[in-house]
């Protein structure tokens, strides 16, 4: 049974970082794609990056130049620096990993979902 654990999560201010992790377990065969969506209260749930097993990787472009996407298959962990974190950053951020290149943009086409882990930015 496939499951993603995510960690790093917390509260911070205007301006600070943290830095997101998520291992995955109980594969047979790795997802060609990993990735990170975030859900705030009375929003939909939106992808904010996500990174093929070669390594490219597509970024929300709201989140563009302060978050940076990485994954080392060999720990089959994704990571998710987030740096200038604003306000609007506030959400619960969903580890993901998923075959179709569509699952991005179509998150009813992921096919594993991590707990979620809260991230707060507050002054």
């Known amino acids: 049974q496939v499951q993603l654990v995510e960690s790093g999560g917390g509260s911070v201010q205007p301006g600070g970082s943290l830095r997101l992790s998520c291992a995955a377990s109980?594969?047979?065969?790795?997802?060609?794609?990993m990735g990170w969506f975030r859900q705030s209260p009375g929003k939909e749930r939106e992808g904010v990056a996500d990174i093929a097993y070669n390594g490219s990787a597509t970024i929300r472009e709201a989140v563009k130049g302060r978050f940076t996407i990485s994954r080392d298959n060999r720990k089959n962990t994704v990571y998710l620096q987030m740096n200038g974190l604003k306000l609007e950053d506030t959400a619960k951020y969903y580890c993901?990993?998923?075959?179709?290149?569509?699952?991005?943009?179509?998150?009813?086409?992921?096919?594993?979902w991590g707990k979620g882990t809260l991230v707060t930015i507050s002054s």
């Open positions: 109980g594969y047979t065969y790795i997802s060609n794609f």
């Open positions: 993901a990993a998923w075959w179709d290149g569509r699952g991005f943009t179509m998150s009813t086409l992921v096919d594993y």
